[in-house]
C-alpha cells in the first residue's frame, strides 16, 4: 500500500505537471489562416498553362507559428476537382482527423466546398512544409510552414540576422494531372518534369525564364538562416551556393549538429535549415540545383535542368555580366559526394534538445522496398513487359479503400481493410541481386496496415532491392511521427552484424529518411501518438504505384491517450475511389478518376 508520504510526493508532481502543462498552453498561441484554392496561368519554359494553386502564389503562402502553437487553416477548393492538405512533419498529437492524406485520414474536399484543419504544432521547431496530398496536385499546391523557438527561448546558434525562404519545386510545361491519370490507366511510366525551380523559377539557364529568375538582395557581413524545402514531385536534388559556405544546424523540423559544407543533398519532403554568412566580394552568386539520380546508369532519362536563384549583394559596385555558378555542386550520378554528406549529419543532442531512443523493442519489422509489375492481358498496357508498373512494401501494393481508413477505424466499419500488414517479407531470397527471376516481381494489391500498441517500441529496418532491376533512393516518410536513424548501409540488412553500429548517442531525428539504392536504414520511434498514420515513399510515381501502408496505433488507456473525436463536419465520400491499380473500365473510369 502507498504512504501517505509517497501520496503527497505523487500528488505533488502531478500538481506540477499540470501547472508546467497549463503554463505552456497559456503561452501557446493560435493562429487563423484561409487557403483559396483556384486555378491561374502561369507562364514558364515559353509556356502558359492553368494550374491549381493557393492564395495566387506559386509556391504559396508561408505559415508561421511558435513551438507549441496552433493554426486553423480553412481551405476553400474553387477549382476543378477534390483536394486534400497534409501538413508535412507536424505529428498533430491525437488529432489524425487534421492530417490529410487522401483516403487515408480523411476523404477529398470537393470543389465548392470548404474544410477547417486544426494543425496542433507540438515538438517541432524549425521548419516544416505542407502540401496536396491527393493524386500530383502537390506538384503546384505547397507552401513552407515556419516554427519559431516559443517565447523565452532561442534558437541553440546565434541569432541570425535574417531568413530566406527556399522552395524546391517540380516544373511541367503539360497539365501533369492529367499526363499522370492516363499513364496510370495505360500502366505507363508517370512523367519527368521539364524543369525544376526555385521559388516558382527555373532560372537562368532555362528557356524564357532569365528575366524572372528569383532574386534576393543580401548585405555583406550579415548571416541568414535559409530554410529550404524540398517539395519536388520525384527527385534527390544537390544544392549549392556560388562561394559560400553552408553549416547545417536543423533538419525536419530538429536541430542537428552544426555540420560546414560546400553542398547538400536533400529528398523530397525533407526540409533543411542551414546558417550562410555573407562574406565574400559584393556581386550576385548562384544558388544552384541539380538532380541527384540515384537509378542505375542506363536511365538517362531524367530531368537534367540546372535550376538557379541569384543572391545579390547590395551596396555600390559594378554588377558582373553574369553571376557566379558555384563550382562545388556535384554531378547528377555522384552518389560518392551524396553518402559523405549525408554521413555528417547528427542530432544536436544537448541538454535543451535531448535525443530519446527508444531501447524496450516490442516490435521488430524488416520491410521490402520494391518496384514491381501488374499482369495485363495480352501484355496490353504500355509499361514493362506489357504490363502495369507498380511498387509495393513487403510486396504488398497498397490499394486506397472507398471510404478512408481513419473513418473505417474510429466507427468499427469492416471491410474497408485488414489488420494484417506483415512484419517480414513473404520470402527472403537476396534482395540486391541483378536479374532477378519474374515471381518476385509480382505483388498482392490489398489495404493491409500494421497495428501497434499505445507506446510500443518500435523498430523497423526498410530494406531497398533490385527487383526488376530498377533499385534507387526511396524517400520514406511517416506521418505523425518523426523517427530516430540508427543506421544504414549497402546490401542486404545482416541482423547479427549491422545493429552493432547503430548510433545510440546522437541518431538523426526526422520524419523523412532515404533507403540508399540496394541498401538498407534502419529506424525506431515509440509508439505513443494514437490514430491513423501514413507511411509512403516521397516519390510521387511510387506513391502512385502503391508503396505505402498505414500504421494504426490503438489508444491508451485514458482520455488523454486516446483519439480525439472527429470534428463537426469532414468531407464526405461522395463515390468509391478509382485506385490507380485497379483494372480500369475505359473512358468512364479515366473520367471517374479525376471526378473523384
Known amino acids: 500500500m502507498e504512504s501517505g508520504g509517497a501520496r503527497a510526493a505523487s500528488a505533488l ?31 514558364r519554359l515559353c509556356s502558359t498553362k492553368s494550374m491549381l494553386v493557393v492564395n495566387d502564389s506559386f509556391p504559396g503562402p508561408v505559415i508561421r507559428v511558435q513551438k507549441g502553437d496552433t493554426a486553423f487553416v480553412n481551405v476553400h477548393n474553387q477549382g476543378d476537382y477534390g483536394v486534400t492538405i ?76 535574417d531568413e530566406e525562404v527556399i522552395v524546391l519545386g517540380s516544373w511541367y510545361i503539360a497539365d501533369v494531372n492529367q499526363e499522370v491519370a492516363e499513364d496510370l490507366v495505360t500502366g505507363a511510366d508517370t ?21 524572372s529568375t528569383y532574386r534576393r538582395v543580401v548585405d555583406y557581413g550579415k548571416t541568414y538562416l535559409v530554410r529550404i524545402v524540398n517539395a519536388d514531385m520525384n527527385a534527390d536534388l544537390f544544392l549549392a551556393i556560388a562561394e559560400h559556405n553552408m553549416t547545417v544546424v536543423g533538419m525536419d523540423g530538429n536541430y542537428v549538429k552544426p555540420v560546414m559544407v560546400d553542398f547538400i543533398v536533400i529528398s523530397p519532403g525533407q526540409t533543411m535549415d542551414v546558417l550562410v554568412t555573407m562574406n565574400q566580394a559584393p556581386g550576385h552568386y548562384y544558388v544552384a540545383i541539380r538532380q541527384y539520380d540515384s537509378a542505375r546508369p542506363d536511365v538517362t532519362d531524367y530531368d537534367k535542368t540546372n535550376a538557379t536563384a541569384i543572391f545579390m549583394y ?72 506489357g504490363n502495369r508498373l507498380a511498387s509495393s512494401l513487403n510486396n504488398i501494393s497498397f490499394l486506397n479503400p472507398s471510404t478512408d481508413v481513419l473513418l473505417a477505424y474510429y466507427r468499427n466499419l469492416s471491410g474497408y481493410y485488414t489488420p494484417d ?121 511510387h506513391l502512385s504505384w502503391g508503396m505505402s501502408t498505414v500504421m494504426i496505433v490503438k489508444n491508451g488507456g485514458t482520455l488523454e491517450t486516446s483519439v480525439r473525436s472527429p470534428p463537426p463536419y469532414l468531407p464526405p465520400c461522395q463515390a468509391s475511389f478509382a485506385t490507380y491499380l485497379e483494372p480500369f473500365d475505359g473512358q468512364t473510369d479515366r473520367l471517374r478518376l479525376f471526378s473523384n
Not at 321 to 328: E, G, Q, T, W
Open 13 to 43: 508532481v502531478s500538481l506540477l505537471v499540470t501547472a508546467a502543462f497549463l503554463l505552456s498552453a497559456a503561452h501557446a498561441k493560435v493562429h487563423y489562416y484561409d487557403f483559396v484554392l483556384r486555378e491561374k496561368n502561369y507562364t
Open 191 to 211: 512523367p519527368r518534369s521539364n524543369s525544376y525551380v526555385i521559388n516558382g523559377q527555373p532560372g537562368d539557364f532555362a528557356n524564357c525564364s532569365r528575366n
Open 314 to 385: 547590395s551596396g555600390n559596385y559594378t554588377a558582373p555580366a553574369s553571376p557566379v555558378f558555384p563550382h562545388s555542386l556535384p554531378a547528377n550520378e555522384d552518389f560518392i559526394a551524396a553518402d559523405i554528406f549525408l554521413a555528417k549529419l547528427r542530432s544536436l543532442a544537448s541538454a535543451e534538445h535531448p535525443v530519446d531512443v527508444p531501447m524496450n523493442i516490442t516490435t521488430k519489422m524488416y520491410i521490402t522496398v520494391e518496384m514491381n509489375q501488374i499482369l495485363c492481358p495480352n501484355a496490353s498496357c504500355e509499361g514493362i513487359n
Open 421 to 541: 500488414f506483415p512484419n517480414w517479407p513473404p520470402t527472403m531470397f537476396n534482395f540486391t541481386q541483378s536479374d532477378l527471376p519474374f515471381n518476385t516481381t509480382i505483388p498482392i494489391q490489398a489495404t493491409k496496415v500494421k497495428m501497434l500498441e499505445y507506446n510500443e517500441e518500435v523498430e523497423m529496418t526498410f530494406q531497398g532491392t533490385e527487383v526488376l532491376n530498377a533499385s534507387e533512393n526511396h524517400p520514406m516518410h511517416l506521418h505523425g511521427y518523426s523517427f530516430y536513424v540508427m543506421g544504414s548501409g549497402y546490401g542486404n540488412f545482416d541482423n547479427e552484424t549491422d545493429p552493432l553500429t547503430y548510433n545510440y548517442v546522437d541518431p538523426l531525428e526526422v520524419n523523412t529518411i532515404v533507403v540508399p539504392k540496394n541498401g538498407w536504414v534502419t529506424i525506431r520511434f515509440k509508439a505513443s501518438n494514437p490514430g491513423v498514420w501514413f507511411w509512403h515513399c516521397h516519390l510521387d510515381r
Open 86 to 161: 497534409h501538413w508535412h512533419g507536424v505529428k498533430q498529437p491525437r488529432n489524425p482527423w487534421s492530417d490529410g492524406p487522401e483516403y487515408i485520414t480523411q476523404c477529398p474536399i470537393e470543389p465548392g466546398t470548404n474544410f477547417t484543419y486544426e494543425v496542433i504544432f507540438s515538438k517541432e521547431e524549425g521548419t516544416l512544409w505542407w502540401h496536396a496530398h491527393s493524386d500530383w496536385t502537390r506538384s503546384s499546391v505547397h507552401g513552407a510552414i515556419v516554427v519559431y523557438p516559443g517565447d523565452g527561448t532561442s534558437y541553440p546558434y546565434p541569432t541570425p540576422d
